[in-house]
């Protein structure tokens, strides 16, 4: 296993478009990550995945951001009708069993909406 | 609501000296898990050391190692005989777990020059 993998890298959209952005974790781990960071600052938490239940999902997850994590394995976060705050880059991250394990990040996807 | 301050946005050392990075939390939460993690340019984030709160020794891997003082809230990284390498943002983070969930809460990072 090489590691949480996210694809694609980079994505330039317009606004109002739609954009899904997918995570692959390490295989063994349960638990799952999404973060944004901004130019600038440190990561801000988005959503948490135990499994396949989404157990937490931020206040800076518009209605227009969701998440799935189907059968437990790989995760999605799409945006409806970007905006350009939504310009950003999307770390995933993953661990296993207890909560202060590592979390293991992805090399993200920086999204660029004009 | 836990916060993570990183007071130093920019810090520079000379390759092989000691340099100490800072970092301040709010909690009230008696047990806990700090982390230090290093972003290289364009690359992806790792940890570099993690302390549980209960221990009362400071968590030591290599050249990194931590000074935790629990009643200030204060957990500062020290990076021993600085390379070139060591270059990178460093953040700060601090895992909160309630409600069946947990994230991790970081600061706005240090950034770190290594000068030859």
């Known amino acids: 296993d090489t590691g949480v993998s996210q694809d694609p890298r980079h994505k330039i959209t317009k606004r109002g478009q739609n954009v899904t952005f997918r995570c692959d974790p390490i295989s063994e781990h349960n638990r799952l990550y999404w973060y944004r960071q901004t130019l600038g600052q440190g990561p801000e938490f988005l959503t948490y995945f135990q499994n396949e239940a989404q157990l937490e999902k931020s206040r800076l997850l518009s209605d227009r951001f969701s998440a799935e994590r189907p059968k437990g394995s790989f995760s999605t976060l799409e945006i409806q009708r970007t905006e350009q705050g939504d310009s950003a880059m999307y770390l995933c991250a993953s661990s296993e069993g207890a909560s202060y394990n590592e979390q293991f990040f992805g090399p993200g996807t920086r999204l660029t909406v004009l | 609501a836990q916060t993570v301050t990183q007071s130093q946005p920019e810090m520079s050392v000379q390759e092989a000296e000691t340099v100490t990075l800072s970092c301040t939390y709010d909690?009230?939460?008696?047990?806990?898990?700090l982390f230090w993690y290093k972003q290289p340019p364009s690359r992806q984030m790792i940890l570099v050391i993690r302390?549980?709160?209960?221990?009362?020794q400071n968590a030591t891997e290599n050249r990194f190692s931590v000074n935790f003082q629990k009643a200030a809230k204060s957990f500062s990284l020290k990076i021993s005989d600085s390379q070139l390498g060591d270059a990178a943002m460093y953040f700060c983070a601090y895992l909160v777990e309630e409600g069946g969930s947990e994230k991790l809460v970081f600061g706005k990072g240090t950034k770190l020059t290594v000068n030859p």
């Open positions: 302390q549980e709160a209960y221990k009362q």
């Open positions: 909690t009230s939460e008696s047990d806990y898990y």
